[in-house]
């Protein structure tokens, strides 16, 4: 099915909402978006598209509601319509740094990449590129397997100011998906002090881990999952570890009786 269904601007999902569903507050644009960053931290990225379609009801020109409906079609792998979306977001804010970004990091993933290159070179001649646009922009050239591209991720986080947790875990997620677990983890520690609550933080530091051998890695999804309770990725991940954790004590075990019969003959 279409994620068009998710975000388009009515009332269905309010009436459908469960009696006594009902939150103290103001329910505005800014306390769904708030929402949908939760939920996004938490690594829910369908609930969080949900609740950034709910700040747009709110709101409809609230550019962080159009930037976060975006951004969740990408970590949805919705790329196609992450690209309609940008363009639509961007008939209400013309070329707004972000929102080029964001068309860069979704060419980049379909492939296109001259594409989103250029998407990439226009975002960031524009007056205020902030961090999103240089995380956008080391994506595209580790995809290109430019000597650059760390270069650009530090560039993030420099400008993040006080964002920089979630600057430096969007960094290390960045990083986990280009193979550079050690660049990954250190961002990912960085952001730790201020995101111990985030279960998705917690995923991603466990596959780093994970994927260097670390025997920690196993209290690190452990951990995510008293967070989220049941998420697949993290039991699925530490399932993963735990199997090759009992793989490794064969192998050794057979290895010992091996070299201990040969050392005998």
């Known amino acids: 099915m279409s994620r068009f269904a998710n975000i388009e601007f009515d009332d269905a999902k309010r009436r459908a909402a469960k009696p006594g569903e009902a939150e103290a507050g103001p329910r505005d644009a800014t306390h769904f978006y708030a929402k949908g960053r939760e939920a996004w931290l938490a690594g829910d990225f369908e609930g969080a598209l949900r609740l950034f379609s709910r700040s747009l009801e709110q709101h409809p020109a609230f550019f962080d509601g159009w930037f976060g409906q975006v951004r969740m079609l990408l970590e949805l792998g919705e790329f196609e319509e992450a690209l309609l979306w940008s363009d639509k977001a961007l008939e209400l804010f013309p070329d707004h740094p972000s929102l080029l970004a964001a068309k860069a990091a979704a060419a980049c993933r379909t492939g296109a990449m001259d594409k989103a290159l250029a998407y990439s070179d226009n975002a960031i001649s524009k007056k205020g590129a902030g961090s999103y646009v240089w995380l956008s922009r080391a994506e595209v050239l580790l995809a290109r397997r430019s000597a650059t591209a760390e270069h650009c991720v530090r560039n993030a986080a420099n400008v993040s100011g006080n964002t920089s947790p979630v600057v430096c ?5 960045l990083l986990r998906r280009a193979g550079k677990w050690i660049s990954a983890l250190e961002y990912l520690r960085r952001a730790a002090p201020e995101l111990s609550a985030s279960a998705l933080l917690w995923l991603e530091t466990g596959y780093c881990q ?33 199997r090759r954790g009992v793989l490794k004590r064969i192998r050794d075990k057979v290895g010992k009786v091996f070299r201990r019969e040969h050392a005998d003959q």
């Open 169 to 173: 875990l969007e960094a290390g997620r």
């Open 210 to 242: 994970a994927a260097l051998g670390m025997p920690e890695a196993a209290t690190t999804f452990e951990q995510c999952l008293n967070l989220r309770p049941h998420w697949a990725p993290a039991e699925s991940a530490l399932n993963r570890f735990r």
